[in-house]
């Protein structure tokens, strides 16, 4: 299995809004010099404007900005401050979103005199994107199947020239969990491509390297 590119690796830690701030601290200077501290290019602080966002505002969210985890730089594409919670979107792993997470909340604790963040009830989401391909083309479908493609590619398509091909396979629970997120896993054909390409584009609600998992464990079944 070849892997193009992690799209996005997210981290989502929610909690009720009273944990984060139970003393109502004015934390505005500490978010103001989070933006220093990360290496953010954008953040609602850059050139304020008559009414600044105030940290009880809805969201507060910053852009582009870096992370030192274990002797390497991680870029950063967002960090969201959300009224119940936090929202990290990194391009490398989930497991670098927990890291810059937990950094970032000790030293918010820390600069404010709040709870330390190892204390806080969290619940943790993750979804992870990922454009790769197989070693082979995949069999997602019995080759008895392979005359009713042609059926239908004569039919509704034009077989010689655009014939039908593989676009999407998913795998999804039957409703929403208790946090609102539905578990999925899917593959899809990678767009502006042709299925004989084999490039796909994979998406899942779990951690990165889990879903790299998944990946080379189903390429062995369907290869």
């Not at 954008?42 to 105030?54: F, G, M, N, R, V």
């Not at 899809?188 to 004989?196: C, I, P, V, W």
Request: proline share 7%; charged share 25%; glycine share 4%.
């Amino acid at each position: 299995m070849r892997i193009y590119a992690i799209r996005t690796a997210r981290a989502i830690w929610l909690l009720p809004p009273y944990f984060l701030n139970p003393k109502g601290v004015y934390i505005r200077p500490a978010l103001e010099a989070l933006k220093k501290k990360y290496r953010f290019e954008k953040s609602p602080y850059d050139s304020p404007p008559t009414s600044p966002p105030s940290p009880t505002a809805d969201s507060v969210r910053f852009e582009n900005g870096a992370f030192e985890n274990k002797g390497k730089t991680v870029a950063i594409s967002s960090f969201i401050i959300h009224g119940d919670g936090f929202v990290v979107e990194t391009r490398s792993s989930t497991s670098d979103a927990d890291a810059f997470l937990e950094d970032a909340l000790k030293w918010m604790a820390k600069e404010n005199d709040l709870p330390d963040p190892s204390t806080h009830p969290f619940k943790k989401l993750y979804t992870s994107e990922i454009n790769f391909s197989f070693d082979k083309l995949p069999k997602f479908f019995s080759a008895k199947m392979n005359s009713f493609f042609k059926e239908v590619s004569s039919k509704v398509g034009e077989e010689k020239e655009n014939p039908l091909g593989f676009l999407a396979w998913q795998i999804s629970a039957d409703r929403n969990n208790a946090l609102g997120q539905m578990a999925s896993f899917r593959i899809d054909r990678e767009l502006n491509t042709k299925s004989a390409e084999g490039r796909l584009y994979s998406f899942a609600t779990c951690h990165t390297n889990v879903h790299i998992e998944l990946l080379k464990k189903l390429e062995a079944e369907i290869s």
